[in-house]
């Protein structure tokens, strides 16, 4: 038995999905996403500040989180948000913080 077996099923997918987007790199890979307002084809490295492949360990964790789709297109990928799956993290995101906040104990912090 693995210790992480005792765990929610929730919980440890929350925790795996915070761990892909806990990296400043990967978040500036979906915000420009989000901001382009559109599938991205070609090299997403040459709009931000990082290499080629860094952008490209980022992308394949974002895509095996299922943050993002990657279709092949000829000889370029084109990168899209994939907005069921951040609408199910920000669910349990928000679930959990919400039991968190719902607490009847609160610490008084000066």
Do not use: W
């Not at 038995?1 to 987007?21: C, G, P």
């Amino acid at each position: 038995m693995n210790k992480s077996d005792i765990f929610d099923s929730k919980l440890k997918e929350l925790s795996r999905l915070s761990k892909v987007v806990s990296h400043p790199a990967r978040l500036s890979i979906l915000q420009f996403l989000a901001e382009t307002k559109s599938c991205i084809t070609g090299d997403i490295s040459d709009f931000l500040p990082l290499s080629r492949t860094t952008v490209s360990q980022h992308l394949k964790e974002l895509k095996k989180a299922g943050f993002i789709h990657g279709e092949i297109d000829g000889l370029k990928v084109n990168y899209c948000i994939c907005h069921d799956e951040l609408a199910r993290f920000t669910k349990l995101h928000h679930d959990f913080f919400q039991l968190l906040l719902s607490s009847e104990i609160h610490c008084n912090t000066k």
